[in-house]
């Protein structure tokens, strides 16, 4: 730690000068209750902190806090608790993704324009964690994450439950009516039983697990269910460190890099991570001035096997994955596709942190020789109906589905595809390809979660449980099927996917990476001269900003102006 002079620090603008402005910051630190030794002479640490009433996956995150203090003022520093909107995920329509942007402007406004130092960002529900990350990296403000953790597993009548995944599969054994009323209720008291965020592998474990190995969590963080008497001692430990990295003015630029990101990506593909990463990575690395395309993805991806046996794609829980080593030790398996040198906010590199890391359980953390799965855990797909690409999980996907043609049934809403597969005499088999368009960034609006397009209840009950469905939205990280997602441009704006017509024949070949529909251009190009453009969805507000300066999924969904790196001048203090 470089114990720097005090008037060095950040706050001390606020706070160190001799004239009528300071007066005014010192007499109010006075009316919060605080002396001048308080604060004289240390980082002052702000804590964002994601909570709300309804933050579900955060309820843990008031005692935190109270943990974090204990951590800064032990190491010499003075905490004030930031209150940011929480964004818990299952509550906040029309999807939390229309919001992620605004959480990271208000994370990054809310450091800039503060007499703070260094922060320590609690998040873990789904968007929270790159939009605090995305926030403190514009900011350029020294930081850690402190990860929310895994909630403990889910329970009915004896089998164990996973967030979202199994719902998904009871969800459709129930719509085949073989799960009662009485049985669906009692599911519902057991699958969210603690504290903590989705304990699959969904988005939350993902992006959380993704900033550890970007180096932005201490090491093992983030495997730490929220029930377990470690998070709170870590807590504390990102406390400490945060006083440290504000010393050191260790921001998160300086640790994040080309090859940190690279081992994000491969890291997400051994743990058969979220699609939604993929957005939130590339939103990540533009803020860090690290160019980072879609393809990047592809390239890192394919060949490397799963090893995380974890729902959706494998059969335990992040409870079990933490008893089996948790992160660092499953990076020890994919070690060698690393870059072990990469920095990390505790000031080790990757391959220092992992070095004693040991795997206790080899179930759960899967030897090379015996993964969970050998086909690509990611595939972005081009072609006509996407021409700046879109993805899939194939690894997720019924074989036979990777090389595939089959009619299109297309709707222009959510709506009208709930009704339509809820119809047992619907024109569909099999082979039909599911299409919902207007979904997007701009469509949905906000690019919700509904790329798992429920399948026909007719097909249900022949017994079906895939088919293929592409859709411009994204699709949550417990979910899985032959589900092709993200395509870009998406419809509202005019893309492909606004052109095709129910019956239009649809031809996917994973192993060749296309997606297309089998029409001429000239047929294409005369569609889209007749297209009319749909109404905006907003007419004022915040989402009439957003769709204004929203990208689209192959740039990340962040908005235009905030998307670059850069550094932006200290606020005067007049
Ligand atoms: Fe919060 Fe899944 S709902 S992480």
């Known amino acids: 730690m470089n114990q720097r002079d005090k008037s060095t620090l950040r706050s001390h603008r606020w706070f160190g000068a001799a004239d009528l402005r300071s007066f005014g910051h010192r007499s109010r630190i006075r009316q919060l209750g605080f002396d001048l030794e308080d604060i004289d002479g240390k980082p002052i640490i702000a804590i964002i902190n994601t909570w709300s009433g309804l933050a579900h996956c955060h309820g843990h995150f008031p005692a935190r806090v109270e943990s974090i203090k204990r951590g800064v003022l032990e190491a010499g520093g003075f905490p004030v608790e930031i209150p940011v909107m929480a964004l818990p995920e299952n509550f906040v329509k029309p999807t939390t993704m229309l919001y992620r942007n605004l959480l990271a402007m208000e994370v990054e406004e809310n450091l800039r324009s503060l007499p703070v130092d260094g922060a320590v960002l609690m998040g873990g529900c789904d968007k929270t964690t790159p939009a605090t990350l995305m926030g403190a990296i514009s900011a350029g403000i020294p930081a850690i994450f402190m990860p929310a953790g895994p909630m403990l597993r889910g329970n009915w009548g004896g089998k164990i439950l996973g967030s979202g995944s199994d719902i998904w599969k009871y969800w459709d054994e129930k719509r085949a009516g073989t799960i009662t009323e009485a049985q669906w209720s009692e599911m519902e008291s057991g699958i969210a039983r603690s504290d903590g965020v989705c304990m699959t592998m969904g988005t939350a474990m993902t992006m959380t697990s993704l900033a550890e190995v970007l180096g932005l969590t201490l090491p093992g963080a983030t495997s730490i269910p929220a029930a377990d008497s470690s998070h709170a001692r870590m807590a504390t430990a990102c406390g400490r460190r945060a006083v440290?990295?504000?010393?050191?003015?260790?921001?998160?630029?300086?640790?994040?890099?080309?090859?940190?990101?690279?081992?994000?990506?491969?890291?997400?593909?051994?743990?058969?991570?979220?699609?939604?990463?993929?957005?939130?990575?590339?939103?990540?690395?533009?803020?860090?001035?690290?160019?980072?395309?879609?393809?990047?993805?592809?390239?890192?991806s394919t060949g490397v096997p799963v090893l995380a046996n974890i729902r959706p794609s494998g059969a335990f829980l992040m409870e079990d994955f933490f008893y089996a080593g948790g992160l660092t030790a499953f990076l020890t398996r994919i070690a060698e596709r690393l870059d072990l040198t990469?920095?990390?906010?505790?000031?080790?590199?990757?391959?220092?942190?992992?070095?004693?890391?040991?795997?206790?359980?080899?179930?759960?953390?899967?030897?090379?020789?015996?993964?969970?799965?050998?086909?690509?855990?990611?595939?972005?797909?081009?072609?006509?109906?996407?021409?700046?690409?879109?993805?899939?999980?194939?690894?997720?996907?019924?074989?036979?589905?990777?090389?595939?043609q089959g009619p299109a049934l297309v709707f222009d809403d959510y709506d009208s595809m709930a009704r339509a597969v809820a119809d047992p005499d619907l024109d569909v088999t099999a082979d039909t390809v599911l299409v919902l368009r207007n979904a997007g960034p701009l469509g949905g609006p906000g690019m919700p979660e509904w790329g798992m397009l429920?399948?026909?209840?007719?097909?249900?009950?022949?017994?079906?449980?895939?088919?293929?469905?592409?859709?411009?939205?994204?699709?949550?990280?417990?979910?899985?099927?032959?589900?092709?997602?993200?395509?870009a441009p998406e419809a509202f704006i005019g893309g492909p996917l606004a052109l095709i017509r129910t019956g239009d024949v649809i031809e996917l070949d994973v192993a060749a990476r296309r997606i297309s529909v089998r029409?001429?251009?000239?047929?294409?190009?005369?569609?889209?001269?007749?297209?009319?453009?749909?109404?905006?969805?907003?007419?004022?507000?915040?989402?009439?900003?957003?769709?204004?300066?929203?990208?689209?999924?192959?740039?990340?969904?962040?908005?235009?102006?905030?998307?670059q790196a850069g550094v932006i001048a200290e606020p005067a203090i007049h």
């Open 454 to 487: 429920p399948i026909p209840v007719k097909l249900l009950k022949q017994g079906v449980r895939d088919m293929l469905r592409i859709s411009d939205s994204r699709m949550s990280g417990t979910s899985y099927g032959a589900c092709i997602l993200h395509v």
């Open 342 to 404: 990469a920095a990390t906010v505790n000031g080790h590199t990757l391959g220092e942190n992992i070095a004693t890391a040991t795997i206790w359980n080899d179930d759960v953390i899967r030897p090379l020789d015996r993964p969970v799965a050998t086909a690509d855990g990611l595939a972005v797909l081009r072609g006509n109906l996407a021409p700046n690409g879109c993805v899939m999980k194939p690894a997720a996907a019924a074989p036979h589905l990777l090389k595939h």
């Open 244 to 300: 440290e990295l504000a010393w050191d003015d260790r921001r998160l630029t300086d640790i994040l890099t080309p090859a940190s990101f690279d081992n994000a990506i491969i890291a997400s593909a051994a743990l058969a991570g979220s699609t939604n990463a993929i957005i939130h990575l590339i939103a990540l690395a533009r803020r860090a001035g690290i160019p980072l395309a879609l393809d990047r993805f592809d390239q890192l």
């Open 519 to 563: 029409l001429s251009d000239a047929e294409l190009d005369s569609r889209r001269a007749a297209w009319v453009p749909p109404a905006p969805r907003y007419a004022r507000g915040y989402g009439a900003m957003a769709a204004a300066h929203i990208g689209q999924a192959d740039t990340g969904c962040d908005f235009d102006f905030l998307q």
